[in-house]
């Protein structure tokens, strides 16, 4: 079965700073691969999406890559400010015919942004 | 901007009672999801419905779980009877015609 590991251990970083998350994956590659923002107590929240076939995606202080060969995404925050203190997933969509997509999420990284 | 709704937020519950949770996903969404999530893990799939129908439902415990959405609209569902184990948070998600799942803001469930 597909497993998806992501930092183990929760990330801390100061104002300012770039945050760097990193998705591994075994396996199979997905269609796509997404990145979801969870705050406590909270569902997640979509940030980002990346195609299988592209190698880089920028939202404003965002960015993801791909890479299929390694099987693996990094996510990172520029400018990181404390609200962007959370705990993100990364995510795997597999197209299923007649089923529409199956996600199956990395376990999160909790990452601290300090002032 | 349209959200999923789920009641209650919070259910507390003895073992080997029965619990049910409600979700109505963002109009016009045809798949539904329900996802349980335990502490530091990600959410881990449950069921998932096309508008009415079934379509996954291989993680689901179907000797205590059950899931329904009979108009294809919003859903329910059940645990009976509840264990200590099942304590965890329970996420309703929707999707339309693209890629983004909605996610609702879950039922946190603690059996005692």
């Known amino acids: 079965s597909q497993k998806i590991e992501q930092n183990s251990e929760a990330l801390n970083i100061q104002e300012g700073k770039t945050a760097t998350l990193t998705c591994n994956y075994t396996?199979?590659?997905?269609?796509?691969l997404q990145w979801y923002r969870q705050d406590p107590g909270r569902g997640p929240v979509f940030l980002l999406l990346?195609?299988?076939?592209?190698k880089e995606k920028r939202k404003e202080r965002l960015k993801v890559t791909f890479d299929t060969t390694l099987k693996q995404s990094l996510f990172h925050i520029t400018a990181s400010q404390p609200a962007d203190s959370a705990t993100y997933l990364c995510?795997?969509?597999?197209?299923?015919?007649?089923?529409?997509?199956?996600?199956?999420f990395g376990q999160g990284t909790e990452l601290s942004v300090k002032p | 901007e349209a959200e999923v709704a789920q009641s209650p937020r919070y259910k507390i519950t003895e073992k080997s009672q029965a619990v049910a949770f409600w979700c109505d996903p963002i109009?016009?969404?045809?798949?539904l999801y329900w996802y349980r999530q335990i502490l530091g893990q990600g959410p881990e799939l449950l069921v998932q419905?096309?508008?009415?129908?079934?379509?996954?439902d291989s993680q689901l415990p179907k000797d205590r779980f059950s899931a329904e959405r009979l108009k294809g609209v919003d859903s329910t569902l059940k645990i009976q009877p509840a264990e200590l184990g099942d304590s965890a948070m329970y996420l309703c998600?929707?999707?339309?015609?693209?890629?983004?799942?909605?996610f609702g803001p879950g039922t946190r469930l603690t059996v005692l």
């Open positions: 396996n199979y590659s997905p269609a796509y």
């Open positions: 995510a795997l969509l597999y197209l299923i015919y007649n089923q529409g997509g199956k996600l199956i």
């Open positions: 109009s016009g969404h045809a798949t």
């Open positions: 998600a929707s999707s339309g015609q693209g890629r983004v799942q909605f």
């Open positions: 419905f096309q508008d009415e129908s079934v379509v996954d």
């Open positions: 990346i195609r299988e076939n592209e």
